[in-house]
Each structure stands twice: as structure tokens, then as C-alpha cells.
């Protein structure tokens, strides 16, 4: 790209796509940050040839293998108008950042990333030093949870398993969702930890010197092939790991519009994978204002309880139980012996195992354990805990047995076809264990479709509107610069493509939260 200031080697270059196609030499694998050219050893003309034919090779039996899977032409269609009425377009309109207060920002952050972990009035810690080794790992140790280092790798790592639990497929989607399951004491810990080690660096990750133009402008590079999902990726700098709480909110602040006659709008889809997971379901949520909400006065009271035993309200809990039910948490597999065995059988009994005998899934029988969502919920995995949890899981399939049907047509597919297929027709091999790839499933369905969804209305926009270009899509979020001199009605009447059922998914839509300012 033409604002590119560092390179990378990853699995989604043309040569890893070559190879895995084609069959190539991996030809470019002396390319990477410290190649500046020209090359010492390769042929320029040569190695350009081989680029040009492996990209059009490519592209040829990509599209043959579509045919095959019977995905619709016009998602090549729509996904190529994207790459050159988005993704290229704002790289090289890039963003206005608001340079006069990043180093006001910078501090703001680094005091929220202390606040992370208070200290004592007398400088000590109440739990650990976030930059002590010995006392990060002693403290985790005492908690279960073996750490090699307090390096931000392994924390990634870590941080990583957590958001793929909830049903995530990366963590910059975990931090960076609005509505998130409440999290035990461990994992919000090593998510915090997490968080401090990766921000040490206050807005430079985003606003640094290296991306910031001589007119205050950083031009992101926007990629729709970089998730399994199809959700954009970014990079230089990477838009989509800024978190939608915390000091992600300081971040935005520093976008601005580019002339003083313009102002940002911004539209967020509200209870986006939710509301994914209830529509393929078969349940209608098109009349339903916030969907957590909905479910506490549909949940006949049952929520209450549970509310108030932890002092919180009764939508946390739904939206903890719920959201992470429709992502599978706590699903196991068993085979006859285990069934049989007196374990099991005393679980059942004790209410803490939730078997469905009827359901099966690579020849065994699918329950949920309740260990993870008691952590989650009740901060311990007891039997009595468990017993709660699955109880309010027992009464939510009970009540929208659309949602245990689903589970089951989709975990059907996978044992079947080895892959899931969203609404719009695209398609994601599932190559793992039989118990990631029904997770995966889901996720691709409740995550990818509300990606698809989101990258649908900006294709509208972009043939609809192309004078006002969409600058910036940050997951669910979209953002215009518009002119000052809209008022409401005009405003109204932009955002009505919002309001409309997706092209992407039939008989789907969802509200919005729109936001204008500077």
C-alpha cells in the first residue's frame, strides 16, 4: 500500500495463498520487513511475473470452488466494489486525528491503565504488581493457572482462549464489543493484565509518529479477508482492536472531521449477534427494542432470584446466560461408558450436568456442564452453583426451544458437511475437534452474518451515497463525515437504508444507535 511504513509475513499473503492453492515454491518468502530492494538475488521481472500469475491463477480457482460450493456470484461481486469503494478508497482518504490533544489523551489513558490496578494507600497492591513477574505468577499459581511469564504473548495467548470460550473467534472482537458476559475473577484478571501490557504505549499503537501524515491524517489499510468471519481486519495501524470501553472511548475522540464545516455520524447496530442467533432460530426480534431486556420480561420471573443474590441487575445475568448459552459455552460430548458411569450419574442427579439423551453428534450424546458460566456467574464451579445455572439454561431452551433446534441443525451440518454456510451464502470449513468446530459454527453464523450484515449496509451506502464517502467501520460501528448543515430531518432520511431489511439476510433487521457530533 501506498502509506505503508513496515511489512509482515502472515498466512493471508499471495505467497501462503499460492502455495496452499497452486501448489508454488513459496517464492516470497525472502519479503518482509527488512526487504527494501531491489533485490540482491531475484529476478525483478521474474518475480513480478510470478506474482501476477499466481494472483490470477488464484482467482480463477477461487472462483471455480464457489461454483462448486454454490456460492452466489455476486458476493465476488459485492466483496470486489468494497475493496475498491472502501477499503482502498478510505486508506488513501485516511482519517483527520485531533493532534493537538494526544498527548491530553495519552495521559488520560496511562491513568486508566493504572486504574486497572489500584494501589494501597501505601503503594502495595491488593492482589499483584501488574509489572512484577514473581507476584503475577505467584498470584495466578494460587489460582490454578500455570503461567510460563507475565509477557504480553503469553497473556494474548491466554486472553485469546478466553474471547474464543464466549464464542469470539479474536480477541480484538472480544475487547472490542459493546456488551460483553460478566467474566470470573481469573479472567478478568489475565484480560486486564492483558489490556495493561498491550496499551503500554498510550495512543502511539494508533496515533504514533509512523502512521500520522504531515497533515494529521493516518490512513489504515482495510482487509476483508483477514477473519474467518469475514469481519474487516486493519492494519498501520489496526483500527479493529480499539475497545469499545475503557479508554477506546479516548481513542475515538480522536477522530475528527477533516473540514470544520463537517461532523462525524456514527451508526452502531445494537445487540447485533444476538439478534443473528434468534433470526436463524426462527424467532422474530424485528418489533424488539433491546433483546437482554426482552428476555428478563419473558423470563417469568425466573431471573430475579439469581439478581439478587449477586447484586446485579436481572438483564446482566440474561445477558451473561443467554449470550453465552447461544455460543455453546459449557457444551460437552459423552460416549455410553460415561453416561453410565457413576459421575455422571451423580451430576445429574445433583442437578449440575444437563444432558439432551435424544441429541447426538459424532456419535455422542451433546450436555452442558455449567462449569464455565457458574465461574462466570457465581465465581466457583460447586454442584449447587452449576444446578442454578443450568436450571436458568434448562428454562431458556424450554422457553425458545427455537434455540435448541438450531443448535442442532447446525452441529447436524457440521458432522455432515464438515463446513457452515451463513444466509448470504458464504462458506468456513471446520477442520477441528468435533467440539471447536460446533463453536466456530456458531460463532461464523451469530458473528460472521452480523458482519456481513454491517458490510452490506456499507455497500448500500457506498452505491447510494457516494459523495458522502464512509471513512471508517469499526465492527458494528459505521462513520460518515457529513455536512454541518444537515438537520434532524436530513439526517433521518440518510440513515433510512439502516432501518431496512438486508439484502444480505432475508427477512433480518436490526435497530441502530446513531450518534452526530465533531
Same mark, same amino acid.
Given at each position: 500500500? =501506498?502509506?505503508?511504513?513496515?511489512?509482515?509475513?502472515?498466512?493471508?499473503?499471495?505467497?501462503?495463498?499460492?502455495?496452499?492453492?497452486?501448489?508454488?515454491?513459496?517464492?516470497?518468502?525472502?519479503?518482509?520487513?527488512?526487504?527494501?530492494?531491489p533485490c540482491p538475488r531475484c529476478s525483478v521481472f521474474s518475480y513480478c511475473a510470478i506474482d501476477s500469475y499466481a494472483g490470477l491463477m488464484i482467482s480463477l480457482r477461487a472462483k471455480e470452488r464457489m =461454483?462448486?460450493?454454490?456460492?452466489?456470484?455476486?458476493?465476488?461481486?459485492?466483496? +470486489?466494489?468494497?475493496?475498491?469503494?472502501?477499503?482502498?478508497?478510505?486508506?488513501?482518504?485516511? /482519517?483527520?486525528?485531533?493532534?493537538?490533544?494526544?498527548?491530553? *489523551?495519552?495521559?488520560?489513558?496511562?491513568?486508566? =491503565?493504572?486504574?486497572?490496578?489500584?494501589?494501597?494507600?501505601?503503594?502495595?497492591?491488593?492482589?499483584f504488581n501488574p509489572r512484577s513477574n514473581i507476584q503475577v505468577l505467584a498470584y495466578f499459581r494460587g489460582k490454578g493457572l500455570n503461567l510460563k511469564d507475565n509477557t504480553k504473548d503469553t497473556l494474548r495467548d491466554k486472553a485469546t482462549l478466553i474471547a474464543e470460550d464466549y464464542g469470539f473467534e479474536t480477541l480484538n472482537d472480544f475487547l472490542a464489543a459493546p456488551e460483553l458476559p460478566e467474566l470470573s475473577e481469573i479472567e478478568q484478571d489475565l484480560v486486564n493484565l492483558f489490556i495493561f501490557k498491550d496499551s503500554g504505549k498510550g495512543v502511539e499503537p494508533w496515533f504514533g509518529p509512523k502512521y500520522l501524515d504531515k497533515k494529521g491524517f493516518i490512513h489504515s489499510r482495510y482487509n476483508f479477508t483477514g477473519t474467518s468471519t469475514l469481519r474487516y481486519s486493519s492494519s498501520r495501524p489496526n483500527f479493529q482492536?480499539?475497545?469499545?470501553?475503557?479508554?477506546?472511548?479516548?481513542?475515538?475522540?480522536?477522530? /475528527?472531521p477533516r473540514d @470544520?464545516?463537517?461532523?462525524?455520524?456514527?451508526?452502531?447496530?445494537?445487540?447485533?449477534?444476538?439478534?443473528?442467533? %434468534?433470526? $436463524?432460530?426462527?424467532?422474530?426480534? *424485528?418489533?424488539?427494542?433491546?433483546?437482554?431486556?426482552?428476555?428478563?420480561?419473558?423470563?417469568?420471573?425466573?431471573?430475579?432470584?439469581?439478581?439478587?443474590?449477586?447484586?446485579?441487575?436481572?438483564?446482566?445475568? #440474561?445477558?451473561?446466560? %443467554?449470550?453465552? *448459552?447461544?455460543?455453546l459455552v459449557g457444551i460437552t460430548l459423552l460416549d455410553d461408558l460415561e453416561l453410565c458411569s457413576k459421575y455422571t450419574k451423580d451430576l445429574i442427579k445433583a442437578g449440575a450436568l444437563l444432558v439432551f439423551p435424544d441429541w447426538k453428534y459424532f456419535g455422542k450424546t451433546v450436555a452442558f456442564t455449567g462449569v464455565k458460566l457458574a465461574q462466570m456467574v457465581f465465581k466457583d464451579k460447586k454442584n449447587?452453583?452449576?444446578?442454578?445455572?443450568?436450571?436458568?439454561? +434448562?428454562?431458556?431452551?424450554?422457553?425458545?426451544?427455537? /434455540?435448541?433446534?438450531?443448535?442442532?441443525?447446525?452441529?447436524?451440518?457440521?458432522?455432515?458437511?464438515?463446513?457452515?454456510?451463513?444466509?448470504?451464502?458464504?462458506?468456513?470449513?471446520?477442520?477441528?475437534?468435533?467440539?471447536? #468446530?460446533a463453536k466456530a459454527g456458531v460463532a461464523k453464523l451469530g458473528q460472521g452474518s452480523g458482519?456481513?450484515?454491517?458490510?452490506? =449496509?456499507?455497500?448500500? $451506502?457506498?452505491?447510494?451515497?457516494?459523495? *458522502?464517502?464512509?471513512?471508517?467501520?469499526?465492527?458494528?460501528?459505521?462513520?460518515?463525515?457529513? @455536512?454541518? +448543515?444537515?438537520?434532524?430531518?436530513?439526517?433521518?432520511?440518510?440513515?433510512?437504508?439502516?432501518?431496512?431489511?438486508?439484502?444480505?439476510?432475508?427477512?433480518?433487521?436490526? @435497530?441502530?444507535?446513531?450518534?452526530?457530533?465533531?
Open positions: 500500500g =501506498k502509506y505503508e511504513t513496515e511489512g509482515a509475513m502472515g498466512f493471508m499473503g499471495l505467497g501462503t495463498a499460492a502455495h496452499l492453492w497452486l501448489g508454488l515454491y513459496l517464492w516470497k518468502n525472502c519479503r518482509g520487513v527488512y526487504c527494501t530492494g =461454483k462448486e460450493l454454490n456460492i452466489p456470484e455476486y458476493i465476488y461481486e459485492e466483496h +470486489s466494489y468494497l475493496a475498491s469503494e472502501f477499503c482502498i478508497k478510505a486508506e488513501e482518504r485516511g /482519517i483527520k486525528v485531533d493532534v493537538e490533544n494526544l498527548a491530553k *489523551t495519552d495521559k488520560e489513558i496511562e491513568d486508566k =491503565k493504572d486504574s486497572l490496578f489500584p494501589q494501597n494507600p501505601d503503594g502495595s497492591y491488593p492482589k482492536n480499539i475497545g469499545a470501553r475503557g479508554w477506546g472511548k479516548a481513542l475515538k475522540r480522536l477522530i /475528527i @470544520p464545516n463537517l461532523q462525524l455520524l456514527s451508526a452502531d447496530a445494537s445487540n447485533l449477534e444476538a439478534r443473528n442467533c %434468534f433470526h $436463524y432460530a426462527g424467532i422474530d426480534v *424485528t418489533s424488539i427494542g433491546d433483546v437482554f431486556s426482552w428476555l428478563v420480561e419473558n423470563s417469568g420471573g425466573i431471573l430475579e432470584p439469581v439478581a439478587k443474590e449477586l447484586g446485579k441487575s436481572p438483564r446482566d445475568v #440474561a445477558k451473561t446466560v %443467554f449470550h453465552a *448459552t447461544n455460543y449447587e452453583s452449576r444446578k442454578k445455572i443450568l436450571d436458568l439454561q +434448562s428454562f431458556y431452551f424450554k422457553t425458545y426451544p427455537q /434455540i435448541r433446534e438450531w443448535h442442532r441443525d447446525v452441529l447436524a451440518r457440521i458432522e455432515r458437511d464438515g463446513c457452515i454456510q451463513t444466509a448470504w451464502g458464504t462458506y468456513l470449513d471446520l477442520l477441528d475437534s468435533p467440539l471447536k #468446530a458482519a456481513e450484515f454491517v458490510q452490506g =449496509k456499507s455497500y448500500e $451506502y457506498c452505491k447510494k451515497y457516494p459523495e *458522502t464517502p464512509l471513512i471508517a467501520q469499526v465492527h458494528d460501528e459505521l462513520i460518515w463525515e457529513v @455536512p454541518k +448543515s444537515w438537520d434532524d430531518l436530513t439526517i433521518l432520511k440518510f440513515c433510512d437504508i439502516l432501518t431496512k431489511e438486508s439484502h444480505r439476510i432475508p427477512g433480518f433487521k436490526s @435497530p441502530w444507535t446513531v450518534k452526530v457530533g465533531p
